[in-house]
């Protein structure tokens, strides 16, 4: 006999489209908390729709569709909803199927919990997740006296039990954040050293191809798949063939539609990397038919954390995809964007190009004299500028050169007398 993979958990997928979502925009969120689950392991057996004028207290689905549900939830191992739910709902939910029940959040912050690599991801990951359950803690003391050995002391006791889970919990979010504090510090002080160099951030919807588009630009194996959240950890790397002066370009995660709350703030000082960026490369997967919402959730995203004041250079990738009909629709709706594919060399050329000449737009063009007491200045240009000439007089070293004006700034500055 030969031996088969273990099989993958079964999921059923609920959507509820409440008054005045249209039919599309619903559709297209239910896919993606499909294509949520296929990331988790799931797969993904049916699909169920409730309309609703809006979520009723107790119950997700309507009386009628909840017979329809249950039917269905008997031969999956778990039923996610594509919306956020209440404690309650949710266990309702759960007892009426007897099975697991995960809203879009919790599918979100589990494949966050699996992808996370560095510490810092963890971390916040981990303080996300904490401030999902707290509120949710609060409703599942039913039966925790169980716990206790017997439950004599009854409803008492499990609330003090209750209590102290939840003091646990806050103790550990409080540690959290500062743990997250010290490592926020540590990079703010590493991105202030950067400050003067060119930063470009790529920021996008998740799968948008971000790293695909790194790893292009920068020569550098950063993880590539076909997954949603695949990256969760800021990668910086320098734009290859190298620039002079170097331009860095850094790739982290990405957004996708009701993206928690909490883990927005979470991800906070990661995404400070592409707040402080000179330039942002906004990435958009153009074969995707909701790239358009998708723009404006990744825009609304980037308002909510501060990052939306950075000049932005739109980026629709895969364009390996489209018909050259939809290419040129594209190229006339987007008149300032660059059409490319991350998997053709040609585009990425000519995206470095469009970057290195953003940058150059902004350098000024000077010439400076450095004195020959004063030649450590000298490594410090070929560092930070583009030295255009250098001839050499009694003076000393005579430079012209191209480059940003906080730069020269501080160079005339450490050659003043
Ligand atoms: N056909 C095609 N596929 C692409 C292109 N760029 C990226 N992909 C694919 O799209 C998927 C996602 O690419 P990633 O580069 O991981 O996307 P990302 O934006 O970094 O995604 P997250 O890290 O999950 O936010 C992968 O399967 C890539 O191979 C492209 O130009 N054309
Ligand atoms: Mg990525």
Redesign the pocket.
């Known amino acids: 006999m030969t031996a088969t993979a273990p099989a993958r958990p079964r999921a059923l997928v609920v959507g509820v489209q409440l008054q005045g979502v249209d039919d599309a925009e619903h559709a297209s969120s239910l896919t993606e908390l499909s294509r949520l689950a296929k990331t988790l392991g799931y797969d993904v057996r049916a699909q169920i729709v409730q309309k609703r004028t809006a979520l009723a207290h107790g119950a997700v689905v309507g009386e009628g569709k909840l017979e329809e549900l249950v039917r269905l939830a008997a031969d999956v191992d778990a039923v996610l909803v594509d919306h956020e739910i209440t404690p309650s709902q949710a266990r309702n939910l759960e007892k009426a199927t007897g099975k697991e029940v995960l809203d879009r959040t919790a599918v979100i912050l589990a494949i966050f919990h699996r992808h996370a690599r560095s510490r810092e991801a963890r971390l916040q990951v981990e303080l996300a997740r904490l401030a999902y359950l707290a509120p949710r803690l609060r409703d599942s003391g039913v039966g925790r006296g169980d716990r206790q050995g017997g439950g004599i002391g009854g409803k008492g006791a499990g609330e003090s039990h209750l209590e102290l889970d939840r003091r646990k919990l806050r103790d550990r979010m409080a540690e959290l954040r500062r743990e997250l504090e010290a490592i926020a510090h540590e990079s703010g002080t590493r991105r202030r050293r950067r400050a003067e160099q060119a930063t470009v951030a790529l920021v996008?919807?998740?799968?948008?191809?971000?790293?695909?588009?790194?790893r292009a630009l920068t020569g550098s194996t950063v993880?590539?798949?076909?997954?949603?959240?695949?990256?969760l950890d800021t990668t910086v790397r320098a734009l290859e063939p190298p620039t002079r002066p170097r331009i860095l370009v850094s790739?982290t995660?990405?957004f996708i539609k009701k993206l928690p709350h909490d883990l927005v703030a979470s991800f906070r000082s990661t995404l400070e990397e592409a707040r402080d960026a000179d330039l942002q490369l906004h990435?958009a997967?153009a074969?995707d038919p909701a790239f358009r919402a998708q723009l404006d959730v990744t825009r609304s995203v980037l308002r909510e954390i501060g990052a939306a004041e950075a000049p932005v250079l739109l980026v629709l990738?895969?364009?390996?995809?489209l018909a050259p009909e939809q290419e040129a629709a594209l190229a006339a709706e987007f008149p300032d964007a660059l059409l490319?594919?991350?998997?053709r060399p040609e585009d990425v050329s000519r995206l470095r190009e469009a970057i290195v000449a953003w940058f150059e737009r902004d350098m000024e063009e000077v010439e400076l004299l450095v004195p020959y007491t004063r030649q450590r200045v000298l490594s410090e240009i070929h560092e930070s500028c583009r030295v255009l000439t250098e001839s050499h007089d009694e003076h000393g070293t005579l430079v012209r050169l191209r480059a940003r004006p906080e730069v020269v700034q501080r160079l005339r500055g450490s050659l003043a007398p």
Do not use: E, I, P, W
Request: aromatic share 8%; proline share 0%; charged share 25%.
């Open positions: 996008g919807y998740t799968n948008a191809g971000k790293s695909s588009l790194m993880y590539v798949a076909d997954q949603l959240f695949a990256t790739d995660v990405g990435v997967d074969s990738n895969k364009r390996d995809r490319v594919s991350a998997r």
